[in-house]
C-alpha cells in the first residue's frame, strides 16, 4: 500500500491522480486505464493500480495532499495537472456531473497552497 508519506516519482504521483480522476464514478474503465497505459509505463500504471485499489478514499485524498507539493511546484506543473485531468476526465467519452464535481473539488485541493 502506498503510505503517504512515501514519496514516490512524479510519473507515479501523476498515474495516481489520473486513476483518482477516472475513478470518480467508482469505477475503472478500460478506455480510461488504456488512456493511461498510453503515456506511461505499463508496469507502473499496473502497479499504482494494485496499490489505488487497496486504499480507501481517505487514504488516497491524504496521499494526494501529503505528495503534491513535491511534485506540484511551479504554474507549468499546475497547468499539466489540470490539462492531464481534464483529458482523463473525457476519457470513457462521458464527462459526467460526477466527474465535474470531482475536477472541482481536486482543483480547489490542488490549488489550497497555490492562493
Known amino acids: 500500500m502506498i503510505n503517504p508519506a512515501t ?7 501523476m ?9 470518480a464514478d467508482y469505477e475503472l474503465s478500460i478506455k480510461e486505464i488504456a488512456m493511461i497505459k498510453s503515456k506511461y509505463d505499463g508496469l507502473l500504471v499496473d ?3 494494485n496499490r489505488f485499489e487497496k486504499m480507501s478514499d481517505y ?4 496521499y494526494i495532499m ?3 507539493s513535491e511534485h506540484i511546484k511551479t504554474a507549468k ?3 499539466k495537472i489540470f490539462h492531464e485531468l481534464k ?6 467519452g462521458d464527462y459526467s456531473k460526477l466527474e465535474k464535481g470531482l475536477d472541482n473539488f481536486l482543483k480547489h485541493m ?5 492562493n
Open 7 to 13: 514519496k514516490g516519482s512524479s510519473d507515479e504521483f
Open 15 to 23: 498515474v495516481f491522480m489520473l486513476l483518482y480522476a477516472s475513478y
Open 47 to 49: 502497479a499504482v493500480i
Open 59 to 62: 487514504q488516497r485524498l491524504d
Open 66 to 68: 501529503k505528495n503534491k
Open 77 to 79: 506543473d499546475l497547468d
Open 87 to 92: 483529458i482523463q476526465f473525457e476519457a470513457d
Open 110 to 114: 490542488i490549488l489550497e497552497e497555490w
